[in-house]
């Protein structure tokens, strides 16, 4: 039984879409966040909700907007996708003694 | 200079040796560390949890914190094939559910056997 799952896997896409990467738990968890994962594998937080309110939001492009319609999903919505954008995105939650990552969005841009 | 560095590698290591990963960070509020294991095309998973200075040992491995030298180590123990993994350190400053992790850029090992 997933702990925390994100679809799709994978995302290919044009430059100028938009694209949507859903993600839930089933940990029970009050807060999830999201991370971006570049080619040299360094991760950067995105953003994290706790209980559906916004908490952290890092430095990150008004094109990214993600949406929390309860504590157990989180989803994250990008406009006019750039090359840029190319990454793995990983969905997590914790309750305070570590994160559990879901097995991440490989999205490319082209 | 980031918060966290992490020597890249790769490193590579034959069978049944230890292993030493190491990191440093410049953050003096950082309180708990830990170390995740990420698999290729999988996402991080947690091995090690700890809080403040000290060790902690779980079976083979061994998780070190010197916070005076703003120092963390990961020790593994009679290595495997199924270590062969990129090691990712992080740490935050709380605990309290909503914590920011930051990661080192994590170091690729490969165990030969």
């Known amino acids: 039984d997933t702990a925390v799952s994100q679809t799709p896997k994978y995302l290919v896409t044009q430059m100028g879409n938009d694209k949507s990467i859903k993600c839930e738990q089933n940990?029970?968890?009050?807060?999830m966040y999201w991370y971006k994962q570049d080619s040299k594998k360094f991760l950067k937080i995105m953003f994290s909700?706790?209980?559906?309110?916004?908490?952290i939001n890092e430095t990150v492009p008004n094109r990214f907007s993600p949406k929390s319609p309860d504590k157990a999903h989180l989803n994250l919505h990008i406009n006019s996708l750039e090359l840029g954008d190319s990454a793995v995105y990983f969905c997590?939650?914790?309750?305070?003694?570590?994160?559990?990552f879901g097995s991440g969005t490989r999205l490319t841009v082209v | 200079q980031k918060e966290v560095e992490q020597d890249p590698g790769p490193l590579s290591v034959p069978e049944g040796a230890i292993v030493s990963l190491n990191c440093t960070y410049s953050?003096?509020?950082?309180?708990?560390f830990m170390w995740y294991r990420q698999y290729s095309r999988k996402g991080p998973e947690l091995l090690m949890y700890?809080?403040?200075?000290g060790n902690k040992e779980d079976g083979r491995f061994t998780a070190q914190v010197d916070k005076s030298s703003k120092y963390i180590s990961l020790f593994i123990r009679d290595s495997q094939p199924s270590d062969s993994a990129t090691y990712l350190c992080?740490?935050?400053?709380?605990?309290?559910?909503?914590?920011?992790?930051?990661f080192g850029t994590g170091t690729r090992l490969t165990i030969i056997p």
């Open positions: 700890t809080y403040s200075s």
């Open positions: 953050n003096s509020a950082f309180q708990y």
């Open positions: 940990l029970g968890h009050d807060t």
């Open positions: 992080a740490m935050s400053e709380s605990n309290f559910g909503n914590e920011k992790l930051t």
């Open positions: 909700y706790n209980n559906k309110e916004l908490i």
């Open positions: 997590a939650s914790s309750s305070g003694n570590g994160y559990t």
